[in-house]
């Protein structure tokens, strides 16, 4: 059956890097006979300046329903602000649609700086799995007296047993699968706060012992503090192998561990839905990028590195691969991986990620 594809191309440079993976999907889909459909919709803040729309729940309906897997360009706009586009399509989709998994590899491909001293491919090179669903995401709180000089604010961190649940058994199935096909340890790390957040990490951390000594005693497991994490990150990352982590602490982390694998230019992540039939999401994890919008100065790999990952998750792990192996055959070949320091164009860079196909 056809891969079904919904484009989102999105804000800034988003259309920019969006054309790119296309490209590289055709050249791909072309050489393994891979039959795929793509339609394109233009949610973002253009739509949203003209209409006073972000998107209907029909038509996020409308997407579970029609497409396999989603690819994001950018979200963000100059001229909108800050969180209205975040919450309203970003957010909206990634609960909407249930994608309870954010997974972001973190690996420091050939030829590319990492500001470590020292560290290379062999040592950067782990996936984190971070809870997509719950935590301070849930947007649970309020004001008390808003404006007053006794105004209090509170947001709650929510874990779900049913939530962090199913996020810890896909996270060892990770490890399970990555140890069988020889990518990793089978090594599993918590990372929480156990020593301040003594009810949600709790639960986390008692859910993360049952499940490991009852379903996965081939797993071994490791829990870390999320401070100390970030330290290790830097010091010692050839240490991890597949980490688990809920949401907010798992939105910190990964932009660390984007640059330690060269920054936003390459990091790729994916919201996704395991769950049979469930629509995936898979986007670049940096921004809109404004400032280089329409100069074709934009470094497109991490969003070629976004479909590569669509693939790998959409039952063509074949095609996918050949993707992520072209990636790691370009990159030695700029000379940064910085908008406007490639050394080459947007265009220039997705034309030779399709030479090295
Ligand atoms: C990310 C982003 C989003 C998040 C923002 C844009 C809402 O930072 O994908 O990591 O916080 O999850
Ligand atoms: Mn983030």
Redesign the pocket.
Known sequence: MALRIAVLPGDGTGPEVIREALKVLKAVAGDEGLPYSTETFDFGGDRYLATGKIIEDEEIQTLRKNFDAILLGA??HPEVAPGIL??GL??NLRFQLDQYI?LRPVKLYPGVDCPLKDKGPEDVNFDVIRENTEDL?CGAGGFLRKHSPQEVATQEMIATRFGVERCLRYAFEFARRKKANGEGKGLLTLVHKTNVLTFAADLWFRAFEEIGKTDYQDIQRDYNHVDACCMWFVKNPEFYDTIVVP?MFG?II??LGAMIQGGMGIAA?GNINPDPGGTSMF?P?G?SAPKYTGQDVINPLACIGALAMLLQNGGQKKAGDRVEEAIKKTTPKLRSLAAGRMGYSTTEVGDLVIDAL
């Open positions: 979200v963000g975040e919450k970003l957010l954010n995401y949401n939105d990964t932009d992540g986007e994890i921004g």
